[in-house]
């Protein structure tokens, strides 16, 4: 049973550039949750997508994006890079109808801004 | 808003030493709480779950009872591993709500 997947492992971008991640849900699943964790820090939560559409978002600009696929996959954009927005980006799966939102997380991607 | 405190790291204990990384929370309704640990390079694994006043969780050693009168839950294993050296996130997530809210994460070393 395949669990979460992420690419790619590493990205390296320069600022004002626009990048996209990439994220597959455990099998199963049908929800999909994006995080940003800096260095040293927890995860900050960004968005969820479920059935195609962002269910809801946290405390982060319109510059972050996303989206999901009929197959439940989905994708992180984010527009203007800046030096900040270097973080490991996780992506999480979990089945909806689940009461108590047990996430299963994948590697993460680890996006540097120079 | 919700809020998830954790004690400041990092800790490093030797190895078969009794551990204990304190987390309290702050949430309007009744949450769900999870320990997760997340090892060198890698993303983060759920370790442990309680979803309800008084339920403990458990998992390979440790355990995290969901203390509702002093919205608390402390991580604790009884004889650590070097194998336990990670960082270690408390979090919670309202009930309906999507997403978890996270503490600032707990550094452990363990030394042989």
């Known amino acids: 049973d395949a669990g979460v997947t992420q690419s790619p492992t590493h990205l390296i971008k320069t600022r004002g550039q626009q990048v996209t991640l990439r994220c597959s849900p455990k099998?199963?699943?049908?929800?999909v949750s994006w995080y940003q964790q800096a260095l040293g820090q927890g995860p900050q939560f960004i968005f969820q997508y479920y059935e195609e559409e962002e269910r809801q978002r946290g405390n982060f600009p319109d510059r972050f994006s996303g989206h999901q696929f009929p197959n439940y996959s989905s994708e992180l954009n984010v527009n203007a890079l800046l030096l900040g927005d270097s973080a490991l980006y996780l992506c999480a799966s979990s089945l909806v109808l689940t009461e108590y939102n047990e996430q299963f997380f994948g590697p993460g991607t680890r996006l540097t801004v120079l | 808003g919700d809020s998830v405190t954790q004690m400041e790291g990092p800790v490093t204990l030797s190895e078969e030493a009794f551990l204990t990384i304190n987390c309290t929370y702050t949430?309007?309704?009744?949450?769900?709480l999870f320990w997760y640990v997340q090892y060198p390079g890698e993303g983060l694994q759920l370790l442990l779950k309680a979803t309800k006043a008084d339920d403990k969780g458990s998992n390979k050693g440790f355990e995290a009872t969901y203390r509702k009168e002093t919205t608390s839950f402390h991580l604790e294993k009884g004889s650590v591993q070097v194998s336990d050296s990670a960082v270690y996130f408390c979090?919670?997530?309202?009930?309906?709500?999507?997403?978890?809210?996270f503490g600032q994460g707990t550094r452990l070393t363990i030394n042989p």
């Open positions: 949430a309007t309704g009744y949450p769900s």
């Open positions: 099998s199963g699943h049908d929800t």
């Open positions: 979090a919670l997530s309202e009930r309906g709500a999507q997403k978890l809210v």
